[in-house]
């Protein structure tokens, strides 16, 4: 039995008022049986990870670098993630690899970084919808998980989230049938590469217009073992029905 996963995606939001949707979310997410991981932008993960202390909520970032130090201005590592109280790292998002040009390589590097500092690596996958219309999507996302996620893989040091660009923000979904079906693909690659019990345990995410609404009947097709959410992690009392359906 895998634990199910309520993931939240801040993406570029947030302020130090916002601070207070993480207090609601702690009294409203108590007693939830799911694992809660929320990722603010980096100015608030230090203040977040001290509101979340205690709770069981884990404080992630949304990418890291793959060196411990150095002269990268305007990069953040993922030992400082980890000293501001971070427990996991969001890596290879489709919104960095388009706004940045991150390959699956520099991902993979960076999965390491996050392991070197003891964080869980959520891996971001998914197709375009030019690639899902040229009938390209397990060809793009088997491409993806492979060169993403490196050698060492674990059921706990790695998440996957699959999170297909055209459903990203736009209020579309895929059908269930066309998430079970990248869901299973994925779980067969992670069971080829990295044997039954690591590819079995690893939790395998979907993102993309998760809301209250339809968390339940996403979280309930199979191989899907939570979600990661962006627009309705913004307010606790959207996020908070979304952890209600993880769990
Ligand atoms: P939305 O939930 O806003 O569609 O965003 C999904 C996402 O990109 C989470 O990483």
Redesign the pocket.
């Known amino acids: 039995m895998r634990r199910k996963i309520a993931a939240g ?1 801040w ?1 570029m939001n947030g302020l130090k008022a916002s601070i207070g949707e993480l207090e609601a979310l702690k009294a409203s997410s108590e007693g939830a049986t799911c694992d809660v991981i929320l990722c603010p932008p980096a100015t608030l993960v230090a203040a977040m990870a001290d509101v979340a202390s205690g709770s069981g909520i884990v404080i992630g970032g949304q990418d890291c670098h793959w060196n411990e130090t150095g002269a990268h201005t305007g990069d953040i590592s993922a030992e400082m993630l980890a000293d501001a109280g971070a427990g996991a790292v ?1 890596l290879g ?3 960095r690899r388009a706004d940045h040009g991150e390959t699956d390589g520099e991902v993979n590097k960076k999965s390491v970084a996050a392991w070197r500092a003891g964080l869980q690596a959520i891996i ?1 996958v998914g197709e375009t919808e030019g690639q899902r219309d040229a009938g390209e999507t397990l060809d793009v996302i088997g491409g993806q998980l492979n060169g993403s996620t490196p050698e060492g893989a674990t059921a706990t040091n790695i998440i996957i ?1 699959y ?1 297909p660009v055209w ?5 579309r979904t895929p059908t269930l049938e066309e998430v079970g079906e990248v869901h299973d693909f994925l779980r067969g690659k992670l069971v080829a590469r990295f044997g039954d019990e690591i590819g079995n345990g690893v939790r395998i995410l979907y ?5 209250p609404s339809n968390a339940a009947e996403i979280f309930a097709v199979s191989n899907v073992d939570g979600g ?6 913004l307010k606790a009392s959207d996020f908070s029905g979304i952890v209600a359906a993880a769990n």
């Open positions: 995606n993406k969001i998002h489709s919104e971001c989230a999170e459903a990203i923000g736009t209020g993102g993309g217009s998760v809301k990661l959410v962006g627009g309705a992690s």
